[in-house]
Structure formats: structure tokens, C-alpha cells
């Protein structure tokens, strides 16, 4: 089965610095979304970006947040300047729209760790 | 405002028994979908199934089935014959039609089965 790829595993930082999540969809898909799950909490919708540009937000994808298709292959969440709140599991997600069988393919996530 | 409650936080059985995960959800859309994921140990998010509000048949796959229930907003999960590798944190999830892979997640019901 295809698969949707992250890196790093898991990425340590210090508050402040600047952290950027990669992330390799399945290559036919066309949607692509964040998601992050603080330990031991459920998993929460960052952001949805189509066709170049960002479909959706929460309200948890502040200023601080960006992301970027800057290849055509790679999909990137850029955090600016990382808060001790902001350590959690950080998930991509991918999704090519099917005739309504469509599946959200997930990575297996980065753990950020911010000091 | 979508809103999913699994109000089982934990759960422990002995393997080969049955068990029902409850997910009780809140939505003002008419059209909307539902999701299972499992996230064993290792972290990733394992795609289980995703139904749409149109479609109430029952479904079965192996030992997994779920029931749909519009009329009390629930969306159960049962595992029949349960096995040591089903023990995860299964998540239940709600998307609107807008965005219909922009998914709210219940806070996850932790199921150990006990060998």
C-alpha cells in the first residue's frame, strides 16, 4: 500500500528556533493536512492546503505556523518560533479525491520536542 | 459545532472476548462522515473505516464491525474474538461536509487485551 512519509522521526528544538516538518504525500493526491496530537490528548486538524494554497485552518494554526509545496513532491509545516506548547505528535495527511471511497492516508509523525 | 465523545477512556479485556467501543457524536450538518482510526503503541494512525450520514447499513470486515445509529448519534465499534494486537487507542472522528477529510477527533478510548 502506498504510503504518506515524514521526517524527522522526531525532532528535538529549543523554544524559540525555528522547526520545519517534512513531509512526502502519496504522489497522486492532491489534498494535504496537518494534524497534531499532544501527548496523551486526542488529535487535532491544523491546516488543509489544495491546490497551492491553505483550503482551512483552525484556530490552533496561528502566525507562527506556515505551510509549503515547495517541490511539487514535499509538503512542509514550518513552526517560527517554537513554544514549549507546541511539543507534540505532528501528523500529515493525504488524500486524492476517489468516487466516494476516498481515504485519508496519514504519516506515522514527527515528535517534536520543544526545551 | 461538531463535538465526539468516547466517553470510555479505558479498557481492558481478555483476549477472545468481545468488546464495544462507543462514540457518541454532535453535528448540525445533514450530510457529514465518520471515521475510525486505531493508533497502536508505535504511534502511527491506521485507517479502520469511514462512512458517510447517508449510509446506515451495518458493516463487518473480519472480526470489526460497526454500527450506525443516526437516530442516537452513535457510531459503535466492536471487536469480536479480540487479540493481543488489537490493544490501541482507537479514535473516532467527525468531519463536516465542507471539508470532509477535516477531521475532529473523539479523545480516544485505550483498549488493552490481557493474553
Known amino acids: 500500500e502506498p504510503e504518506v512519509t515524514q521526517t524527522p522521526s522526531h525532532q528535538v528544538t529549543q523554544m524559540g528556533q525555528e522547526v520545519i516538518l517534512r513531509c512526502v504525500p502519496i504522489?497522486?493526491?492532491?489534498?494535504f493536512y496537518w494534524y497534531r496530537q499532544i501527548l496523551g490528548q486526542k488529535v487535532e486538524f491544523l491546516v488543509s492546503?489544495?491546490?497551492?494554497?491553505?483550503?482551512?485552518k483552525s484556530e490552533i494554526f496561528d502566525d507562527q505556523f506556515s505551510v509549503e509545496r515547495p517541490d511539487g513532491s514535499n509538503f512542509t509545516l514550518k513552526i517560527r518560533s517554537t513554544k514549549l506548547e507546541d511539543s507534540a505528535m505532528y501528523f500529515c495527511?493525504?488524500?486524492?479525491?476517489?468516487?466516494?471511497?476516498?481515504?485519508?492516508?496519514f504519516g506515522s509523525g514527527t515528535q517534536l520536542s520543544v526545551l | 459545532a461538531q463535538k465526539v465523545t468516547q466517553a470510555q477512556t479505558e479498557i481492558s479485556v481478555v483476549e477472545k472476548e468481545d468488546v464495544t467501543l462507543d462514540c457518541v457524536y454532535e453535528?448540525?450538518?445533514?450530510?457529514?462522515?465518520l471515521f475510525w482510526y486505531k493508533q497502536p503503541p508505535s504511534g502511527e494512525l491506521v485507517f479502520l473505516i469511514r462512512?458517510?450520514?447517508?449510509?446506515?447499513q451495518n458493516e463487518i470486515s473480519g472480526r470489526y464491525s460497526w454500527n450506525f445509529q443516526k437516530s442516537t448519534s452513535s457510531f459503535n465499534f466492536t471487536i469480536t474474538a479480540s487479540q493481543v494486537v488489537d490493544s490501541a487507542v482507537y479514535f473516532c472522528?467527525?468531519?463536516?461536509?465542507?471539508?470532509?477529510?477535516?477531521?475532529?477527533f473523539g479523545t480516544g478510548t485505550r483498549l488493552t487485551v490481557i493474553p
Open positions: 495527511a493525504s488524500l486524492t479525491r476517489g468516487l466516494g471511497n476516498e481515504k485519508l492516508f
Open positions: 504522489s497522486n493526491h492532491l489534498y
Open positions: 492546503f489544495y491546490n497551492n494554497e491553505i483550503s482551512e
Open positions: 453535528t448540525r450538518d445533514t450530510t457529514y462522515y
Open positions: 462512512r458517510n450520514s447517508f449510509d446506515e
Open positions: 472522528a467527525l468531519s463536516d461536509p465542507t471539508g470532509a477529510n477535516n477531521l475532529f
